[in-house]
């Protein structure tokens, strides 16, 4: 067959052709092409050498056909005659759920290999339903590198066999009647793309990338005029990537995660029509109507992975016989969001990661910052000042003696401020004696700068309600939301006035941050990174971080983070 893809690049036949193939094929598609590219689609999302696809008899137990991609023909020869669906093969067929076995040997119901037949030890098995009947089963075995297959592996061949059950259908129903040819290209195209965002995945953990992709990829494939993928990230709903026709510097935006469209679809997890009657006013208020998005029609898909909601795809307007979109437009794009969500999910662990590692690491880098200036540079300024205070008792009045004083008085004053600095740096109580401690020592340095603070704090350990203190990730984050809140309370509301809250239940601590200040509009974009550290820090304790603001009246932090005491780690 065809060994050159289209963009010139050489590449195995069979390895990557798949489906950008299958659109130079599809004049001639048939079940059987569309059966091939499955079982090819399959064996390079998941990875493995060997991939089948067995497809079921009327009866329904046993294997009427047996596709194979991964073994030659002068093997197939040896082996002998192709398998029937006894054995494992045959336990998908009773129990058509996914089976994924690190050692298909040691099933208790292997009936072994034919002795030419290659070594086989990891397997995964995926039923493929056409039209909600079993139609067959996906085998794939062998990962490449040997290792077995993983949950991930499962749940992107799962998708690929939901997908392959509409190719298939079509195929089946459609083959030989022109008109219906375009609805199965279309299938194949979230085939496709489908393949696409999860090749991406391979090398891709970019989440931005990622987004850009799956915009691009999702408005294609049901001819949007717009799509825009609304993302939601620690407590907040921001418009994460967009593709066609949106109003400019629509990226990076929000929109209302309570009364939106969007906060329906997530909550609902059900894909919802704008251009329904109670739909509609609630796009055009709280959504990304308000936003300057136009839309005649359009649906908004939820990105759900393992049964949580990471935000929400939104197309609006069918460009080709619109602007109204289908129920098979409503299932390809459902489709397409599961795997879309995969790669976002995936993708949102990775960053996690890296953000709490960079997140770690500005923290030890403010310790060492301060313990090199409180043991280096504070240490030999306080040996001067000691030094010349010696020498100035000892000194007869004169000029000189007033010039030494006042250099021991500047020296004093330096001192502080450095002192100050150190403490901003790395509060020594954050580490010694607790949160608790640390933040009194924060609310009397700004009070020192003019704000007057109201301080509760009730934490469990240090009332000695609970045997240990929170996790030093955990301490940390409560002490810098409540310092970012506060500098930001001074230096852009000039408050004069704060209430700090902090308390906590069985499993939560929350964190109230009130100022009296100007307030500031919480949708108007911003280069500080002041507020966006705080989201991060709760979100990467599984916390929450929520910011009510009006112009001219103050502004209050909420901020809720799971806890988590020292017991299990060292501490
Ligand atoms: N308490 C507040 N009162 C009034 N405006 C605020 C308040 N908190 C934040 N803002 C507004 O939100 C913007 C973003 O705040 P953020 O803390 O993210 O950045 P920054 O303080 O400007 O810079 P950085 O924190 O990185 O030093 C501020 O520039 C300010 O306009
Ligand atoms: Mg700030």
């Excluded at 009657?277 to 709280?286: H, K, L």
């Excluded at 250099?407 to 954050?430: F, K």
Aim: glycine share 10%; net charge negative.
């Amino acid at each position: 067959m065809i060994g050159v893809a289209e963009s010139g690049r050489a590449v195995a036949p069979g390895m990557l052709g798949v489906l950008d193939v299958a659109r130079d094929v599809l004049g001639e598609l048939d079940l059987d092409v569309v059966l091939e590219r499955v079982v090819e689609a399959a064996r390079e999302l998941s990875g493995a050498r060997y991939g089948a696809l067995g497809v079921l008899d009327r009866s329904r137990t046993e294997l009427e056909r047996f596709i194979t991609v991964g073994v030659d023909e002068v093997a197939r020869q040896r082996i002998g005659p192709l398998p029937t669906g006894k054995g494992v093969l045959g336990e998908l067929i009773t129990n058509p759920r996914p089976l994924r076995l690190a050692d298909v040997g040691a099933h208790p119901h292997s009936y072994g290999f034919p002795p030419e037949h290659a070594p086989m030890k990891a397997f995964l098995g995926v039923p493929v339903m056409v039209g909600g009947e079993p139609f067959g089963n996906l085998y794939l075995a062998e990962k490449v590198g040997g290792e077995e297959f993983s949950e991930d592996d499962e749940h992107a061949v799962v998708r690929l066999a939901d997908l392959a059950g509409l190719a298939i259908d079509h195929a089946r129903r459609y083959t030989r009647v022109e008109s219906q040819r375009v609805e199965l290209r279309r299938t194949v195209d979230a085939l496709d793309a489908t393949i696409q965002i999860a090749r991406a995945l391979g090398g891709e953990t970019d989440l931005e990338r990622i987004l850009g992709l799956v915009a691009k990829r999702g408005r294609a494939l049901v001819s949007a005029r717009a799509l825009v993928i609304e993302h939601e990230r620690a407590g907040e709903m921001v418009i994460a990537a967009a593709a066609g026709d949106v109003p400019e510097g629509l990226v990076g935006q929000r929109v209302d995660l309570h009364d939106s469209l969007a906060a329906a679809a997530l909550r609902t997890r059900r894909t919802l029509r704008v251009d329904e009657a109670p739909n509609r006013p609630r796009f055009e208020r709280y959504g990304l109507g308000r936003l300057g998005v136009n839309a005649d029609a359009g649906l908004m898909v939820p990105l759900m992975f393992r049964g949580q909601g990471h935000g929400v795809l939104v197309v609006v307007d069918r460009l080709k016989g619109g602007p109204a979109f289908t129920a098979e437009d409503q299932r390809l794009l459902e489709a397409f969001a599961a795997s879309a969500a995969t790669a976002i999910a995936t993708a949102e662990t990775v960053e996690a990661e890296r953000r709490r590692q960079t997140l770690a690491a500005a923290e030890q880098e403010r310790a060492r910052w301060a313990r090199e200036l409180h043991d280096g540079t504070l240490q030999s300024l306080a040996s001067l000042r000691v030094g010349l205070a010696a020498r100035l008792r000892r000194a007869p009045p004169g000029p000189l003696a007033d010039a030494v004083s006042e250099a021991v008085a500047q020296l004093e004053t330096d001192i502080g401020n450095l002192r100050a600095l150190v403490t901003e740096l790395r509060p020594a109580a954050l580490d010694d004696v607790g949160a608790q401690a640390a933040i009194r020592n924060l609310a009397e340095r700004a009070r020192s700068h003019g704000l007057e603070v109201d301080l509760t704090i009730d934490l469990a350990y240090e009332h000695g309600r609970a045997p240990d203190r929170h996790t030093s990730e955990v301490e940390t984050a409560i002490y810098r939301i409540i310092q970012e809140s506060l500098t930001n309370a001074t230096k852009h509301g000039e408050a004069h006035h704060a209430t700090v809250i902090v308390e906590e239940d069985e499993t939560t601590v929350h964190i109230t941050i009130q100022d009296d200040g100007r307030g500031f509009d919480t949708t108007d974009k911003t280069s500080g990174f002041g507020l966006l550290g705080m989201r991060e820090r709760a979100g990467l304790l599984d916390g929450t971080l929520e910011i009510q603001s009006t112009p001219g009246q103050g502004t209050t932090v909420n901020a809720a983070l799971p806890a988590r005491r020292r017991t299990a780690q060292a501490a």
